[in-house]
Each structure stands twice: as structure tokens, then as C-alpha cells.
């Protein structure tokens, strides 16, 4: 999977996306770019509504966990905007 631009639908509140709401967000994105759902994704905290912030993320498929960094890349009312970058090599589950 490669990166892509995206755009969350919900910002809880117009500094950021808390971690449980990206999430949800992600999910959703992902779903929409690999044609099925990921069994989970875990982020570490808040991705804050600024240009450039970035939050780790991490991805599950069956047993294998991959990397996800979520980057800000604009606000538009409520609306974050943001890039999800998904790796390619494997990791150990988060403990986030």
C-alpha cells in the first residue's frame, strides 16, 4: 500500500483529531484505499490540527502489524485534513 491524501469526515474539535476518532478516521481511509478494512489501527494520541504534524499509527492485517504515519496537511473549518502513509515492512505490536 502506498501513501495517499485524504480527508478525515469528523474533527472532534478544531485543534485536532483525538486519538480514538482518527483511528475511526483512518480505518475508514484505508478501507477506501485497499478495498477492505483493516482488522484494527491503533494511534498513539492526537494529531494536531497544524500543518505538517504528524501522529504514529499502526495498522493490523490477520497477525501482521504495519507502520501508518498520519500527517496534518490543512484545516478547513472543522474539517483536518491530513496524508496517511502506510510502511511496508512489519512491526511488533504497539503498546499504544
Known amino acids: ?11 472532534s474539535e478544531a485543534s485536532g483529531l483525538d486519538a480514538r476518532t482518527l483511528e475511526t478516521s483512518v480505518s475508514k481511509e484505508l478501507t477506501k484505499m485497499a478495498g477492505q478494512s483493516p482488522d484494527e489501527v491503533r494511534c498513539e494520541g492526537k494529531l494536531i490540527a497544524e500543518v505538517g504534524a504528524t ?18 496537511t490543512g484545516l478547513v473549518g472543522t474539517t483536518l485534513e491530513f496524508k496517511i502513509k502506510v510502511g511496508e515492512t ?3 505490536a504497539p503498546s499504544y
Open 90 to 92: 512489519a512491526i511488533p
Open 1 to 11: 500500500m502506498t501513501s495517499a491524501t485524504t480527508t478525515s469526515t469528523a474533527a
Open 55 to 72: 501522529q504514529n499509527c499502526a495498522l493490523r492485517s490477520g497477525s501482521t502489524w504495519l507502520p501508518v504515519t498520519v500527517t496534518s
